[in-house]
Every structure is written in structure tokens, then in C-alpha cells.
């Protein structure tokens, strides 16, 4: 309970508690619980009287009727009290004026029935529950309350099921959240669980999780749920019952005034005044400020009634307008927040008032974020119940945000949906645009067959079609992928031939994305001039676009190149410098990429533990985007810090997780990295034979991308595997390869290699 005021002082304080909360959610319990507590405070006595607010045969007690009760309770003789209202309650105030007693007025149906029965100015403690939010009481201090947090949910189940039968904590944790950490319904599912000896937990959380949901199965002998539920809903007059009974339509996990009245097909003034009726009914919940949603429980009654009494055509209209409000405002949001993607033609569907509070990027990404979960229930909504063209238009109006924010496996769940909609119905624009969005984010998976295939049956279309933007996106995309699976001439081929589009429309921000997928791939290649001259291109592109996050993306690959040529301090200065911007752009991928890069340039200068750090969270980040060949990276990244540190058996096993995943997802520059770092893991530890196998693989897998750098890296450090088991003629072959390769691309490390060059010659073994 809230801070009460039991102590006596100088004249009589009236001490009034409100509780409030939604039918089953414990509100008698506390009351009663605390009134036990304080009774020691209160030598008066107790005293509990039921006003039937909400009761299923009686009406609620008048006032009149509960002041006489109160009275008799407190030893009033029947023939002493009078009849008149005011009459009543001046007997009731004076009878308990100087007695300190706590007063329980439960289940109140609202304040006018509770007001007069307030003992006015008097030490009693008066504590009353209702299922609507008690106003207008003067001094009362309001309690509502929530359901269980899942530790004392779970208490809770156990204490009437039983220990014995409860041991599995894991199954009892789903069984309360079926049962929404609501009260009465966890008390009402354990008693029927304990009267059931030959039930499992499993057996029990198998019937909550049955379709429709759990209702049903909530109950036992001689009660349920639903009974509890039902009388808070006798209580609503017709609209208010429409209304409740509509929202409950709604797939997503919570709503807004705006979709409400889409929803409800009501002004926007009188949807938040009905909301507002249910928020004081506990009917609904309000989570986060103008944001409102169901207890599971209730929104599963809610739907309950919507079939029961609504017609399906009444539903099906309330759901329309529903579809047509969310994919209005995400088309507008994407028109805003993405401005330069590629678009599907207006459908010619009726204009729907457009939000107003997104006028800028910021408030259409966030309108995005926090709509997101609503967004993806709706288009599942609309693809499952005869609304498949909404549905399609809906992911291409959803596909910039997914892809921006890493949704990706989202993405493409959608995206497939939407491709195969196109397909079927003969829209070859539209498909094209879905396959691409759908190529991007199987790259971004690494899924590189799937994204390959999508992304050359969009090229195919747009070149059928005459869609030079889209072919100018088929072959970004394209490129990218050559990129990520190491064939990198086929990838500076492909952006060219992007690059050649966006010159012939004269699109610069296309001409400055091309130049910066150009130069990544040339860093691959070794070509680390054409990339430098190709990356300064793409930023000045950038900028004369506006496109800052552009601009950031590509210095980060300059702080790239910077690292291949063994100039660690300027790359890190670089990537130093970036970071605090990446986390003002709020882009989760850019962000980790960058602490990985940082990462990598701290542990060659020497700063072990903050690269180990790094490379950890960036790995934790990659994981939660679903970015497997992040992933990888970061695995290898950790692998060469653990080495640096000496901590060669942690090297080893962050290196053997990254080939794993680099692996099953086709990713040469990764494999290439892994194999190198476990020969050099292996060469200090002493496993030779180990070692050379790796370095050979690694070698044999730069060759055929044709990334002469990891190359040369692979063949010095086998270099020294040959001197140190006696083969000098083939370690100095290696060296002298690996230096004439790294002459110009990293000066640093040929020097290096010239220097145990020299040793070798000298006749040295132990490096």
C-alpha cells in the first residue's frame, strides 16, 4: 500500500486509500491484507462491507443502504437509524468521530457511491476498492495496481499448486504468462492443477496455449474467468461496449488514439473520450504515454464478444479501415523518413488524413519505430484475410525502415510475401522492387544464393521493363554481394556498371554510392590508391547529395584503408572521430562496424582490453541484427586480440567460431582471416604441422578472391613456419612474395618481412 497515516496526532486526519485495478488483480486481497496488518493500530476494530459494484445477481448497495449497514456493523441499534440520506451519514460521522477502526468498502462501482460514506473527520483508516479509477474523493491517495512481476507469479502458482508438482520453473514461468500474471486467473488455473493429479505442468501449459488463447481453459469447479470479466462489462453502456469490444479487433500489440478511431470509424476527439472511459474502468491499459493496450486476457474477451455479437461484415469494415490508416501513414512516414528509394505507384486508393506530427526525418522514423510491432501484425492481418494487395504495399512501404534499422529477417518475411503477390498477379514494377529489397536483406543475413537469385531476377525485369533506377539498384545490390562472398573483380565490374547508370540519369547520390562500393571492393583487391581516389570521390558525392550518413559510412572505410596500409594511428584517429557520430545517426549496423574497426586498430597499437571490449559488445550488437557475417568479423577480430594479449587457446577458439560461420555462409574474406589467424595461433603454440594446413587453406582461399594483402599476410606467417622446421629455401620463396606483394600497400609490414628476410638468410629459427 501507498504511505498511510495511522499515527494519532493533534485533531483526527482522515486517512483515505483508493484502491483500483482491473477485475482479478487482487485488489480485496491487499485490502484485506493491510487492514489485518494495521490492526494493531486500530483498536476499533475492522470492518468489511461488499457495495456490490460489480456483482453477478445483486445490484450495487446504495449509499443510503451502506451507511445503514455500517452503522449496525459499528453496534448501531436497528431502531436508531434514520431514513433521510443526510440524515444517514451525520449519524455515520458522529457514530465513528472519536473511534480509530480501519473500514474496507470493496468492489465500489464508482465515487458517488462511495462519497457518503467517507467517515469525515475521523482517525479511522478507510480503504476502498474499485474497478474503475476513484476521482473527486478529497485527500484520497490512489493505489493501482498491476498484475504479478513473474518471481512472485510464479510464488504465487506454487503456493496453491503445490512444490511438489511445480519444480519445473521454466514451465511455470509460461503458465503464468499465459495466464497474464493476473491473480485470480493463476489462483484459478493451480487449484484446477492440483485437482488434476495426472496433469503435467507441460499438459497445462499445452491447454492455455491452444487456439483461440487461454480463456477458456482458466477456470475451475465453481469458477472462471470470464464470469469475473463479463461483470465489468455489464457495467459499460452501449457505446463504450461497441468500443471495447472493436478494439479488441485490433492484431497489433498496443494502439493510439489515431488508429483507435480508424478503427471505430469516430472523430479523434470522441475515440480518446471513450478511451479514457475504459482507461477508468481498468478495461485497458495506458503503458506509455498516449499508447494504450489490452491485458492479454481481456483483449482475448474482447475478441471473444466482437464474434459473438458483431457481424462478420461489421468486423471485416472496422479491420479495412484499419489496414488502409496503417498503410496510408507508413507510406507517408517512408516518403519522409527515405526519400531517395525507389517507389511503387500510387494505387489510386482514397486519400486518408495523413498524421501530422511526421513533418520531418526524425519523427517518421521514430512514428516507425514505435508503430513497428503494430506495422507487422497488421500486414500478417492483411495477407491472411483477403487483403493481399494492402499487404504487398505495406512491406514496400515498410522495407526502408526494416532495412535501415536491421529488421532484416523481418524484411524478408515480408518482402518474399510481397515478390511472390507481384509475381502471381502479372505486376512486373512491383516485383522488381520487391526482389531487390529482398536481395539487399538476404546479403544482410548472408544468405548470398537467396540474395543472389533475387537480385538477378530484378535485373532481368528492369532491363525488361526500361527501370534504369531499378537496374541501377540490381547491380549495387549485386555488386555487394560479389563483395561479401570474395569475388571482387565481379563486383568492381557490377558497380561500374551501376556507376555508368547514375551518370547517364545524372544522379549524383547513385554516382557517390557507386564509387564507395567501387573502392571497398578495390581495398579487397589491394588496389589501395584507385580506392582512395574512389572513396574522396564518393565523399565529396555525398556531401553535394546531403547525405550525411553516407559521407560517415564511407570515411569509416577510409579508417580502412588507412589499416590495410599498417597506418593504425591515423585509422584509429578516424575511427575515433566517427564513432560519436555513428551513435547520433542511431543506424545499429554502422554503429557496431565501427567499434569493430576501432577495436581491430586498438589491439595492433597495444590497448588489449578496451579492443577486447569493443570487439564483445560489437559482437552481442551483430547477434541481435541477425548480421552473420558481422558476426564472423567480430569472431576474428577477438581471435587476433586474444593473440596479441597471448591468450592463444581463447585465439584459437574465436577463430574456429568465425571459420564456422564464415563458412556456411560462403564468406571468403572471413574464411581467408580465420584460417590466417589459427596458423599463427598454432605456429605459437607450437603446432606446426596444424598450423601449416591452415596457412595453406588460407593462402590457396586469397588466391582464388584474388585478395593479394591476405595473401601476403597468410605466406609470411607460413614463412615462419618453414624456417622454424628447417625449410629456409621455401620460407625466404614465401617472404620474398609476400614483401614484392605488399611494396606500396603496406610498407610497414613488408619492412617487417625484409628485416626476418634477413634473419632467415643469417641462418635464424627462432622468431
Not at 470479466?229 to 452501449?238: E, G, H, I, M, P
Not at 503494430?374 to 494487395?389: F, G, I, K, Q, Y
Not at 545490390?477 to 565490374?493: D, F, Y
Amino acid at each position: 500500500m501507498a504511505s498511510i497515516d495511522t499515527e494519532p496526532g493533534e485533531g483526527a486526519v482522515l486517512t483515505l486509500e483508493t484502491v483500483s485495478g482491473m477485475a482479478g488483480v487482487g485488489k480485496t486481497a491487499v485490502a484485506v491484507d493491510t487492514a489485518r496488518t494495521l490492526a494493531p493500530r486500530f483498536p476499533a476494530g475492522q470492518v468489511f462491507l461488499d457495495l456490490r459494484g460489480h456483482s453477478p445477481s445483486q445490484e450495487p448497495l446504495s449509499p443510503g443502504t451502506a451507511l445503514a449497514m455500517l452503522l449496525r456493523l459499528f453496534g448501531a441499534p436497528a431502531d436508531s437509524i434514520p431514513v433521510r440520506l443526510d440524515e444517514l451519514i451525520a449519524l455515520w460521522r458522529t457514530t465513528i468521530a472519536d473511534r480509530r477502526a480501519v473500514i474496507v468498502l470493496d468492489d465500489a462501482a464508482g465515487p458517488d457511491q462511495v462519497a457518503p460514506l467517507l467517515p469525515g473527520n475521523s482517525p479511522c483508516l478507510t480503504i476502498i476498492t474499485s474497478r474503475r479509477h476513484l476521482t473527486g474523493l478529497p485527500h484520497a491517495v490512489p493505489l493501482a495496481l498491476d498484475v504479478l512481476p513473474t518471481d512472485d507469479a510464479i510464488t504465487l502458482f506454487r503456493s496453491f499448486a503445490g512444490a511438489a508438482r511445480t519444480q519445473d520453473i521454466t514451465e511455470t514461468a509460461r503458465i503464468v504468462r499465459l495466464c497474464g500474471h493476473l491473480p485470480l486467473a493463476i489462483e484459478l488455473v493451480a487449484n484446477r492443477f492440483r485437482s488434476r493429479p495426472s496433469w503435467s505442468l507441460t499438459t497445462l501449459g499445452e491447454r492455455l496455449a491452444r487456439s483461440p488463447g487461454p480463456l477458456g481453459e482458466i477456470r475451475n469447479a465453481d469458477q472462471e474467468i470470464l464470469r469475473a470479466f463479463s461483470l465489468s462489462y455489464r457495467t459499460l453502456d452501449a457505446t463504450q461496449r461497441t468500443t471495447f469490444r472493436c478494439l479488441g479487433l485490433h492484431p497489433g500489440p498496443d494502439f493510439t488514439a489515431e488508429s483507435a478511431a480508424a478503427l471505430l470509424d469516430l472523430p479523434h476527439k470522441e475515440t480518446e473520450r471513450l478511451i479514457e472511459s475504459l482507461l477508468e474502468c481498468h478495461l485497458l491499459r495506458e503503458p506509455a504515454p498516449d499508447r494504450y493496450r489490452f491485458h492479454d486476457l481481456l483483449g482475448e474477451y474482447a475478441r471473444m464478444l466482437a464474434l459473438a455479437e458483431d457481424s462478420a461484415r461489421e468486423r471485416e469494415q472496422a479491420l479495412e479501415r484499419l489496414i488502409a490508416w496503417y498503410l496510408r501513414n507508413a507510406e507517408q512516414a517512408d516518403r519522409v523518413a527515405y526519400p531517395r528509394r525507389i517507389r511503387l505507384a500510387p494505387n489510386g486508393a482514397q486519400e486518408l488524413p495523413a498524421l501530422s506530427h511526421m513533418p520531418n526525418t526524425h519523427d517518421a522514423r521514430a512514428w516507425f519505430a514505435a508503430e513497428y510491432g503494430n506495422l507487422l501484425a497488421v500486414e500478417r492481418h492483411a495477407r491472411t484475410h483477403d487483403s493481399r494487395p494492402s499487404a504487398a504495399r505495406l512491406a514496400h512501404a515498410l522495407a526502408g525502415f526494416l532495412e535501415s534499422e536491421c529488421h532484416w529477417q523481418d524484411a524478408i518475411d515480408i518482402l518474399q510475401y510481397a515478390a511472390d503477390h507481384w509475381s502471381r498477379t502479372g505486376d512486373q514494377p512491383a516485383q522488381c522492387h520487391a526482389l531487390l529489397c529482398l536481395s539487399s536483406n538476404h546479403a544482410n543475413t548472408g544468405r548470398y544464393a537467396q540474395a543472389v537469385e533475387a537480385g538477378e531476377r530484378a535485373l532481368e525485369i528492369a532491363r525488361a521493363t526500361g527501370d534504369r533506377e531499378a537496374e541501377w539498384e540490381a547491380y549495387r545490390i549485386l555488386g555487394v554481394i560479389h563483395w561479401h562472398i570474395g569475388e571482387n573483380e565481379t563486383a568492381v565490374v557490377m558497380h561500374q556498371r551501376a556507376f555508368a547508370i547514375g551518370i547517364a540519369t545524372g544522379n549524383v547520390l547513385n554516382q557517390a554510392r557507386s564509387r564507395n562500393n567501387t573502392a571497398i571492393s578495390l581495398l579487397a583487391l589491394g588496389e589501395l590508391e584507385r580506392a582512395l581516389d574512389h572513396f574522396q570521390n564518393a565523399i565529396s558525392g555525398f556531401r553535394s547529395a546531403g547525405d550525411e550518413a553516407g559521407v560517415i559510412r564511407t570515411l569509416n572505410n577510409v579508417g580502412d584503408l588507412y589499416a590495410h596500409r599498417g597506418d593504425y594511428v591515423q585509422a584509429r584517429k578516424t575511427f575515433e572521430e566517427l564513432l560519436p557520430l555513428t551513435e547520433s545517426t542511431g543506424n545499429a549496423y554502422t554503429q557496431a562496424m565501427v567499434r569493430t574497426n576501432l577495436a581491430a586498430n586498438l589491439a595492433e597499437t597495444g590497448e588489449i582490453d578496451r579492443a577486447l571490449a569493443l570487439h564483445h559488445r560489437a559482437l552481442t550488437e551483430f547477434r541481435i541484427l541477425g548480421d552473420r557475417k558481422s558476426q564472423a568479423t567480430a569472431y576474428n577480430g577477438l581471435g587476433e586480440a586474444y593473440f596479441k594479449e597471448g591468450s592463444v587457446d581463447a585465439s584459437i577458439e574465436n577463430h574456429l567460431k568465425a571459420l564456422d560461420i564464415a563458412r556456411d555462409i560462403r564468406t571468403s574474406q572471413e574464411v581467408t582471416r580465420a584460417l590466417r589467424g589459427l596458423g599463427q595461433s598454432e605456429l605459437a603454440s607450437g603446432r606446426l604441422e596444424a598450423a601449416a594446413e591452415h596457412l595453406e587453406a588460407a593462402i590457396a582461399a586469397a588466391n582464388r578472391a584474388n585478395a593479394r594483402d591476405e595473401e601476403a599476410r597468410a605466406q609470411a606467417i607460413l614463412a615462419e613456419v618453414r624456417a622454424t622446421t628447417g625449410d629456409a629455401m621455401e620460407a625466404k620463396e614465401l617472404l620474398r612474395r609476400a614483401i614484392s606483394t605488399l611494396r606500396g600497400l603496406n610498407d610497414r609490414e613488408a619492412n617487417r618481412l625484409h628485416k626476418l628476410l634477413t634473419r632467415i638468410d643469417h641462418g635464424e629459427t627462432d622468431f
